[in-house]
């Protein structure tokens, strides 16, 4: 599979360790990943870009979570914590459900 026809995951979240644990479960589920640590800017690139998922933190510099979480029409929403299993197995069945 090309990275062009992977689908998108956005991570936006302002903790590092946690940007690179989701990095690697969405990338381990075939997602090619994009992120934001700040909310502000979430808002502004989610204006043209169409995530599959959005892996979201609710206390975020710029703009909290909730007022990204309203910027986006969102089908499914999972509240942290979640584990990197909890992660890997979700967007495993995400990427299936995709196909």
């Known amino acids: 599979m090309t990275t ?3 689908p ?8 590092e360790k946690l940007v690179t644990i989701f990095s690697q479960a969405l990338k381990a589920a ?5 992120n934001a640590a700040d909310g502000q800017q979430a808002i502004e690139a ?3 870009l169409k995530p599959a998922v959005i892996v979201l933190d ?8 909730d007022k990204v979480l309203l910027s986006e029409q969102s089908d499914f929403v999972l509240i942290k ?5 909890q992660l890997c197995d ?5 990427r299936t459900a995709l196909k």
Request: net charge negative; charged share 25%; hydrophobic share 40%.
């Open 81 to 85: 914590p979640i584990s990197f299993s």
């Open 90 to 94: 979700l967007t495993t069945r995400l």
């Open 30 to 34: 075939d997602f090619k990943v994009r």
């Open 4 to 6: 062009s026809s992977k």
């Open 58 to 65: 609710l206390h975020l510099p710029g703009a909290t979570g």
């Open 46 to 48: 989610l204006s043209d």
């Open 8 to 15: 998108l995951a956005y991570i936006v979240e302002d903790d």
